[in-house]
């Protein structure tokens, strides 16, 4: 999909990796430090238990937990990823912000295409989420303002890729061009 990654990174910061797909693939690949921060136990335990099924347990360090409250304890990495997190959380500033701040070379992100009627299905979704009770709710952040945070961290924009609801994008530490 995207190709300014040319090698698997050296390490990985994962935050809200669910099972840990993309995680175990880049294990598989040759990354060789892969720390997975999440919410949710049971997305850990589970990818805790498949990586010790393929012999990688050495590799990962687990945290679970809200990533801005760990943020000051977690080490960077050569890539951080947040695949469809960033939607999931309020305050984007905050978890933008701490995320970019780790990602020594690469950072990047799947989120919600910022038009009128993803942001209205997702005004739709969260009111019959309400109706019903839960207290999850998702967000459809500015991708201005997305980049905004993470330009303050010392990264720029190399590559995107938009689909039909998301929008995938890549940025880097240091010089770059857009592609």
Known sequence: ML???TSPPRSLLDIGGGVGVLQHEL???G???ITAVDAAVAYLETTRTEAARRGSSGQWRFVEGDFVE???GIVGA???TLDKVICCYPDMAALVGASAAKALQWYAIVVPR???WIRWGSHVGNVFLRLFGFRFRSFVHPLFAIDREVVRQGLSLAQWQDRLVWTVRLY???PTSVS
């Open 3 to 5: 190709s300014g990654l």
């Open 27 to 29: 294990a598989a690949a």
């Open 31 to 33: 990354t060789s430090e």
């Open 70 to 72: 760990l943020a000051p």
């Open 78 to 80: 050569e890539l951080v």
């Open 114 to 116: 910022d038009r009128w």
């Open 172 to 174: 880097r530490r240091g």
